[in-house]
């Protein structure tokens, strides 16, 4: 069954420090990665995908098959940054099945 | 665009009670649409997938009889909590998609609260 780990339920990052959250997920397939992200008070909302390859808010994040991982980086912290942030796996059809998601807070 | 709406957003109600929330996609057709539940300090765990026009796929584990979904038309979906009891509490989340394999927008959620 497929299976997503995100390790650091919180993590704490100064402001202007690189950032990394941490994405393992387990599936037999070729999965579509995703990240999700959830500002206070507001929805749930998609931030990047790795079939599009962009630079979202300045986050990027690579799929590693070799190691089964989807890490989200952004070299910079900003405040605006802190959040709730949910990695997501697709496998083949529309089904998502998310991680238990990081809380980033970024200290200014 | 892609604007989902969820309604109501938060309800409080007794035992036995039956709940709708509706799952509104306002500026594009959603072919289908996903309700998910949300525990405390939990994931988001996929309880059905709606596609319109035809019956909710539900995941495993979760009952059809409990939880009635409805997807009558391609900008309306509702979950019906029937006979809901204290352990139904819950964040229940809708999203939608407008093609296949297209990424899912996501409503506000509603807090049902069973007393």
């Known amino acids: 069954a497929q299976r997503v780990t995100q390790p650091e339920k919180l993590l704490s990052v100064f402001k202007g420090a690189p950032v990394e959250l941490k994405c393992n997920y387990s599936y037999s397939g070729s999965p579509e990665l995703f990240w999700y992200v959830q500002y206070s008070r507001q929805r749930l909302q998609l931030l990047l995908r790795?079939?599009s390859r962009e630079s979202i808010k300045g986050f990027t994040a690579d799929l590693n098959k070799g190691e089964t991982s989807f890490h989200l980086k952004k070299p910079f912290a900003q405040e605006e940054d802190s959040a709730m942030y949910y990695c997501a796996l697709s496998f083949g059809n529309e089904k998502l099945t998310f991680g238990t998601g990081t809380r980033l807070t970024i200290i200014p | 665009g892609a604007v989902v709406s969820q309604h109501p957003s938060w309800v409080i109600c007794k035992s036995g009670t039956s709940v709708k929330i509706e799952c509104r996609s306002l500026?594009?057709?959603?072919?289908?649409m996903f309700w998910y539940r949300q525990f405390p300090k939990q994931s988001l765990m996929l309880m059905a997938t709606?596609?319109?026009?035809?019956?909710?796929?539900?995941e495993q584990g979760v009952e059809k009889d409990k939880f009635l979904i409805n997807h009558a038309s391609l900008t309306l979906s509702t979950l019906t909590v029937t006979s809901a009891h204290p352990e139904d509490s819950s964040f229940y989340i809708c999203?939608?998609?407008?093609?296949?394999?297209?990424?899912?927008?996501f409503g506000d959620g509603t807090r049902l609260s069973i007393l």
């Open positions: 500026d594009f057709q959603a072919t289908t």
């Open positions: 999203s939608a998609s407008n093609r296949a394999h297209q990424p899912q927008h």
């Open positions: 709606s596609n319109e026009g035809s019956k909710a796929t539900y």
């Open positions: 790795h079939i």
